[in-house]
């Protein structure tokens, strides 16, 4: 069941709210508890075989991160490496377990037959979620652990399939909270507006860039136009579809009153490889800064010492994207673009002030390495990839893309507009009731002018119409996958 479908748009949704609104009345715990409930029956729903992995897992870190709490630093030292031995174990075995013996088979030409392992929708991010917790409670900035509310935390069915990745300080206050329990018409309108914004993102946009993309590279050996114009209908198809879900996350999340952290903030619109990744799932981009790129030492220990944390944390955070060759050296141009950053910017005498000028250049080239890279997040092996480098530097010819007809044009040209120069779906919805806040740091920006009235009723309502007559030819979001 995704967010994008009838089951969960009519069935789903509509019966968890109102099951949520009634308990909510009488009890937090049941309400609480209600939404456990309909966590797992949503992520059982994509395989029930899934439940028992997810539930082992988050009985596990919860005991864990009890004895966390109650014990010493030098035990708790060793709950901590055990828990989290734990955690990369499980991720392990069933994510990477096959990668690891395809790649020793190649190495030592080998038989090593393939395990028949299922892979649980969402593993990598109910671990890093519960990784989080796990470090912050050694450290001592979580004092105590509910039970019922670290299960919902954990299963928050929002956030299970695609994230973004939690982090306890903002989730667990919320689920305590007993204004977060009030139902307000408020957090029903933003709710279901944000929805909606991400429904039409992912269906209007998305998933018809994905139809544009296939004949551009139907014959793997694409010339010089169609691997740009391919490469680039798959740049915005990635944003728009993972933003898309994103959206629907917060919205679904918001019509419950709980707020979860924005994941994209108009990524493309980024002047520098560091500033990309400020704006492009920031909910990963904090945890490998907070809990690996920092622990490594950071920038502390010399410039030569951060390029080596730069450059490390990349390729697990390529790695974490999915068992394949193709995510590591995409994790790893990553993680040498930042370094190349960072190195040019130590070798400026002087702070020059940005200009226009420099920030449109700066765009510009930042938006092109990131094209390049996500070559090899595309392709399913890394000869593919060469293929479409190949492609884009001219080796296999030049002439005029015919692949895809005028509509097509047309909306590759609408989603970069959007993608390139409109606010952001955070920047129309989410700060409404931060007026103030808005206008100090960006006058112009639509927040401001968003309110609950007819105008913007039909223009969702008009969204809404539009994607419930796409949904019988929607796709699975592409992160799911990870």
């Known amino acids: 069941m995704v967010f994008n479908s009838y089951s969960f748009i009519v069935f789903f949704l509509p019966i968890t709210l109102l099951g949520f609104y009634f308990f909510s009345r009488k009890s937090r715990q049941w309400a609480a508890v209600w939404l456990v409930i309909a966590s797992l029956f949503f992520y059982g729903s994509w395989d029930c075989r899934f439940i028992p992995i997810l539930l082992t897992s988050i009985l596990i870190n919860y005991f864990t991160c009890k004895r966390i709490l109650s014990a010493t630093p030098t035990s708790g030292r060793w709950w901590l490496t055990a828990s989290i031995t734990f955690n990369l174990s499980l991720l392990g075995f069933f994510k990477y377990v096959n990668f690891f013996i395809v790649s020793l088979n190649d190495v030592t030409s080998g038989n090593i037959p393939l395990l028949n392992i299922i892979l649980p929708i969402g593993i990598s991010f109910f671990t890093f979620t519960q990784i989080s917790l796990l470090v912050d409670a050694y450290h001592g900035k979580l004092k105590n652990l509910n039970f019922t509310h670290y299960l919902l935390f954990a299963s928050y069915f929002p956030y299970i ?111 520098s490889v560091s500033d990309f990744w400020q704006r492009w799932h920031i909910s990963l981009s904090r945890f490998l800064r907070n809990y690996l790129y920092i622990p490594l030492g950071g920038n502390r220990r010399g410039q030569l010492q951060r390029y080596r944390n730069l450059i490390l944390t990349m390729l697990l955070g390529g790695l974490w994207h999915g068992a394949n060759w193709t995510f590591v050296i995409w994790g790893g141009l990553h993680g040498l673009y930042l370094c190349v950053q960072h190195g040019w910017q130590s070798m400026q005498k002087e702070y020059r002030q940005p200009t226009a000028l420099r920030n449109s250049v700066n765009r510009i080239i930042t938006f092109i390495a990131v094209l390049i890279a996500w070559c090899f997040f595309r392709a399913p092996d890394v000869a593919s990839a060469f293929k479409v480098l190949a492609g884009m530097v001219g080796q296999n010819g030049i002439s005029l893309v015919t692949e895809i007809d005028t509509w097509g044009f047309i909306l590759v040209f609408t989603a970069a507009l959007v993608a390139f120069f409109m606010p952001n779906t955070n920047e129309l919805f989410l700060f409404p009731e931060k007026v103030q806040e808005v206008k100090a740091t960006s006058p112009s920006i639509l927040a401001v002018k968003w309110s609950p009235n007819i105008l913007w009723g039909l223009v969702v309502g008009c969204i809404f119409a539009l994607c419930i007559l796409s949904i019988e030819r929607t796709s699975d979001f592409i992160y799911a996958q990870f």
């Open 161 to 271: 399939v695609a994230g973004p990745i939690l982090h306890h300080a903002e989730m667990l206050p919320q689920f305590s909270d007993p204004d977060h329990y009030q139902v307000k018409a408020n957090n029903f309108v933003i709710g279901i507006s944000i929805f909606v914004f991400g429904l039409g993102k992912k269906l209007l946009i998305a998933d018809n860039l994905a139809l544009a993309i296939s004949p551009l590279f139907a014959d793997g050996n694409p010339h010089v136009f169609q691997a740009w114009l391919g490469m680039l209908v798959y740049t915005l198809q990635l944003y728009f579809d993972f933003s898309g879900y994103s959206d629907m996350a917060i919205g679904v999340s918001r019509l419950m009153g709980f707020h979860i952290p924005i994941n994209f903030n108009s990524p493309y619109k980024a002047t």
